[in-house]
């Protein structure tokens, strides 16, 4: 386990005293020792610039701002760019989710939730800063060539730098569909991971011309999203798509993903 729980220094930012109550008690249960508390989205960012803890968890709603403007603020802050943030909400719908987790969130935990709950999603937050390199039989993960297209920059930066940490060190990187053809035409990539929702050319888009236009249209595509429409994923399955991947992602998801679609070449 890539941070053992009596070791993590948490952040909990939560307005409520009676759910605070709650989770400091599964905290408890699960040997997480060394916590730290917030009421409100500026009291975290001013504990956060002076004792760096290990992973924030936030409610959605605070007194001064959103959950999605606090993980923007961190994800502004060269210092915090990279901390680990876990959203805790009742909030199901996606117009609401899909903001935060453009944002950088790195995890969404839905209420209600027991302690078993909190510590998976907890593992898997972390497991997003050390997953272990990619291993195939015949292909080294430094040896992989992998195109990146989302037209958020956040995004890329934070998907390329979870593929570095597997080892992968050959990522080329395109806003939308459409800047991403004359790259698909000029180089072959030995995985292709595209947004969905991009201007210009989305994510179903460009995977039509992968593969029924492109010069590889075998190459394995891995569609990030947060869409949840059930139909249009259906649709995107139907095309050819290899994986279809929930934004924010389970690295060890991802990793296994990969290590499937290239061994079904």
Known sequence: M???LNSLYVLLVEPSSS????????FEEL????????????????LIDHEHPDLVICAM???????????????????????????????T??????PIKQAGATAVLPKPFD???????????????HPDSIDLDDMNAGDLKILLVDDSHLARRMISRTLNKMGIEHIDEAENGRLAIPLIQKQ???VIITDYNMPEMDGHELLLFIRHKSNQPS??????????????LAAIQHDGVSAIVDKPFEVVTVKALIENALTQL
């Open 2 to 4: 890539p941070h053992y």
């Open 19 to 26: 759910q605070k109550k709650i989770i400091l008690h599964q």
């Open 31 to 46: 040997g997480i020792e060394q916590v730290a508390t917030a009421d409100t989205g500026q009291q975290a960012l001013d």
């Open 61 to 91: 709603f605070l007194e001064d701002m959103t959950g999605t403007e606090l993980v923007l603020d961190m994800r502004a802050n060269p210092l915090t760019v990279n901390t680990p943030f876990m959203l805790i909400s009742s909030v």
């Open 93 to 98: 719908s996606f117009a609401e989710l899909d």
């Open 115 to 129: 302690a078993g709950d909190l510590k998976r999603a907890i593992l898997t937050t972390m497991d997003w800063e």
């Open 188 to 190: 072959s990539y030995d």
């Open 219 to 232: 190459v394995p595509v891995l569609m990030v999203t947060t869409e949840g429409d059930q139909g249009k």
